[in-house]
């Protein structure tokens, strides 16, 4: 007797799609606007004005322009004088006859004037002392910061995955014995 074995393994099919999971999240869109704070200060500063007028009259001190106008007409009489006395002069070198010589003109230049100054040494008056107080003006505008934001929505997508079996192909087993007797063997 004989024995044949005959066999076919099955074969499957399988078809099989991914899922697809998209999710889209824009940022939001944030918007800052801001305005700096501002310090403005008005300041006056205080001062003090001394008036020494009074007093400086008092013991003879001009003031700067009424200085200038006295020695300023002294000078003219002083010159109009040396004009005088250089013409007297030139005159009496021309009339030598009469005379006049340089030796006159000299002793009459000598320098014996005495001058005098009027100075009192203390005023009887005081200075006049004015206080304008300082003043200052603070004027304070607050900053600002305005935050907005924009959101944007969220999107998402899903595609469900497919997953298919199938049989391809069948298989199968056969055993055939061929022969009148069956031999068995235990052993």
């Avoid at 074995?5 to 991914?18: A, M, V």
């Amino acid at each position: 007797m004989s024995l044949t074995i005959d066999f076919k393994l099955s074969q499957i099919g399988i078809n099989s799609e991914i899922g697809n999971f998209n999710i889209q999240n824009p940022s939001p869109r944030v918007d800052i606007q801001s305005r700096q704070p501002r310090l403005e200060l008005d300041i006056q500063q205080p001062s003090v004005v001394l008036d020494q007028s009074a007093p400086k009259e008092e013991i003879g001190v001009k003031n700067p322009m009424g200085l200038a106008y006295e020695y300023a007409g002294k000078g003219r009489q002083a010159a109009a004088r040396g004009t005088a006395r250089i013409v007297r002069e030139g005159e009496q070198l021309r009339d030598h006859h009469k005379g006049g010589s340089v030796e006159q003109i000299a002793k009459g230049k000598k320098f014996n004037k005495e001058r005098g100054y009027n100075v009192e040494l203390m005023p009887k008056s005081m200075v006049k002392v004015d206080l304008h107080r300082g003043r200052t003006d603070v004027n304070l505008q607050a900053g600002e910061v305005t935050v907005s934001a924009n959101n944007q929505p969220l999107n998402m997508q899903f595609q469900r995955g497919n997953h298919q079996t199938y049989l391809l192909e069948k298989g199968y087993f056969e055993v055939n014995y061929t022969g009148a007797r069956l031999n068995r063997l235990i052993g």
